[in-house]
């Protein structure tokens, strides 16, 4: 032991040594040494965190940005879909009303074309048969000589007995007064014939009046209270009027 | 009690022999860094870990040798 | 242009030259002289410091002067790190910085092994480390080993005068007759090659093991060397697991050698390799050597820190509990 130079004393106090330095190092160096490794990890591992939020928050507003371009992106085609839409809508709408309109006018023209033609034509119609019943007057009266009225009484009187005219037919002539119009004086002839002809289909004996009126050109006209028999030219024509009118 | 030169000689051959136990160190020593070279190769990633085990083996293994080598020094200088 | 720029020796390989020829032509005008070699430690001091009741005499030694040096070193450095770190939070400068480096590699290495007892652990690891570290490299610097007082020794040699009363040196050769030969007795001798440091510093390491240990576990951990409880559940193999208790608690007295000796026979055989070596081939060889001590040292050193920390986080895991 001498030898090697282990000696309790040099043991103890290099152990003593020891302890010193490592009380020392262990207050001044390694506490200090390892807090502020802690601490810098710490930091370190902060500054991450801080970079991967920052990181994370960045790509979530990007997504949120691009989600909101996406949206406006639809809205606007939306909008411009509904727009064209509408737009075409309105267009047909606009069209379509124009085409009605055109047909409404068109028919209305038309109807109105129409309208105006047939007054137009009915007017025509109207001074047409005046004119014509004015002419047909005029020729009428120049050609009705007095052999001409005694024939257009005979047709008539032929036609009452040949049952041709059936007016008056058990009409009650009773109490009242027939009036037998002609254009000439009729003969005594004549005048019975009208009175066992006409007279004499009706109940009772009216008294028999009778009158000349140029006007009805040719023919009778037997009036038996309010029932007319018109057998006249005048009439005819009057006839001939309302059916051209 | 022997005294004398052949004692110093008794000294130098003993120690001589003492050193014999460096063999088996040797040994170790090369065993320990072929083991850490071929994990070496094998997976660099754990090259910093294996160097601190490998470093570790050899002084347990080079303790035997320094034994050795003690009892030498024992012998040379001390007795 | 960012292309690394090769390395090449420039001017420094002339400096490597002039350093070699002056190693030679120094070597060869005075041979050195291989140290006398003891384990150990020399006392400086004939007279004893001081006297202890039960210990004895306290002399002064080399070795504590080494000791002494690397406190004061170590002190200083604490104080130095420990005013930057006051100033600067988070960027430690000068040399906080480096001694950052190393702490940070040390600790992590500490954490992966030890886990949350990394805490309790560490401060003793990079203790130990950067004590024995100091103390390897020490042996390193000029003058160390080889400047001290001249003693006189029936083995020793001759002494010419480089300034007289003040400084002599040994120098090869017979010693005259009826003349008188010395020795030299280094003021400085690395701490580690003194048996009484690494003894220490083991003992350290192994009780402070048992105190991690019983931090740890509590009572529990006495279990770890006497093992009773299997002798009465499991009749033969508890008596094994009762034997194996009994081993591991030899095995932690085995311990101290173990550690003792590993530090010392690195660093004093690394000595006794200069010494001859560099009595032997004086010529460049020792410088060569010297890098190589650098590497030892700083080897053995990481490799006691480290064995104190795997022994002491084992302690801190339980007898059955090792998975976990």
Partial sequence: MEKLGLNLGYLLVQITMFAVIFVTLRAWVFKPLLAMLEKRKRVINQGLEDARLAG?????????????????????????????????????????????????????????????????????????????????????????????????????????????????????????TAEVTSALPLTDAEQTVVKTDILSKVKGTPTVRYRVDPSILGGLVVKIGDTVLDGSVAGQLQNLKQSLE | ??????????????????????????????????????????????????????????????????????IAFLMLFVL | ????????????????????????????????????????????????????????????????????????????????????????????????????????????ITESSAGKWAGAIFPLFGSIVLVVLLSNWIGLIPGVDSIGWLEYSEEGYPVISVIPNFLSAIIQGEVAEGGTGYIVTPFVRPVSTDLNFTVGLAIIAVVMTQVIGFRAQGFRYLTKFFNFMDIFKKPFLGFMDFLVGFLELISEFAKVISFSFRLFGNIFAGAVLLFVVGSLVPYFVPSMLMIFEFLVGLIQALVFGMLTMVFMSMATQGHGEHGS
């Fill in chain 1, 56 to 176: 994370e928050s960045r790509a979530n507003a990007e997504q949120d940005a691009q989600k909101i371009i996406a949206e406006a992106q639809a809205k606007s085609n939306q909008i411009v879909r509904e727009a064209s839409e509408r737009a075409e809508h309105a267009s047909r709408d606009i069209t379509h009303s124009a085409e009605v309109e055109a047909a409404r006018l068109l028919e209305q023209g038309k109807k109105d074309v129409e309208i105006e033609r047939n007054r137009v034509l009915t007017e025509l119609r109207g001074d047409v048969a005046a004119l014509a019943i004015a002419a047909a007057q005029k020729l009428i009266e120049v050609n009705l000589d007095e052999k001409r009225q005694r024939t257009l009484l005979d047709e008539f009187f032929s036609g009452i007995r040949s049952g041709k005219v059936t007016l008056l037919e058990n009409a009650s002539m009773a109490g009242k």
């Fill in chain 3, 1 to 108: 242009m960012t292309a690394r720029k090769k390395w090449h020796w420039g001017v420094n390989r002339w400096w490597v030259l002039l350093f070699i020829i002056l190693n030679i032509t120094a070597a060869l005008a005075f041979k050195p002289i291989s140290p006398h070699i003891q384990v150990a430690p020399e006392k400086l001091s004939h007279d004893p410091l001081f006297t202890l009741p039960v210990i004895g005499d306290f002399y002064l030694t080399n070795t504590l002067v080494a000791y002494f040096i690397v406190m004061v070193v170590l002190i200083l450095l604490a104080l130095a790190v420990k005013r930057i770190l006051s100033k600067s939070s988070l960027e430690p400068r000068g040399i906080a910085g480096t001694l950052e480096l190393l702490v940070e590699a040390l600790y992590n």
């Fill in chain 2, 1 to 70: 009690m022997l005294t004398g030169d052949i004692v110093e000689a008794a000294k130098f051959i003993g120690a001589g022999l003492a050193m014999i136990g460096a063999v088996g160190a040797g040994i170790g020593i090369g065993l320990v860094g072929q083991g850490a070279l071929q994990g070496m190769a094998r997976n660099p990633d754990f090259y910093g870990s294996i160097l601190s085990s490998m470093i570790l083996g050899i002084a347990f293994a080079e303790a035997v040798a320094i034994y050795c080598l003690v």
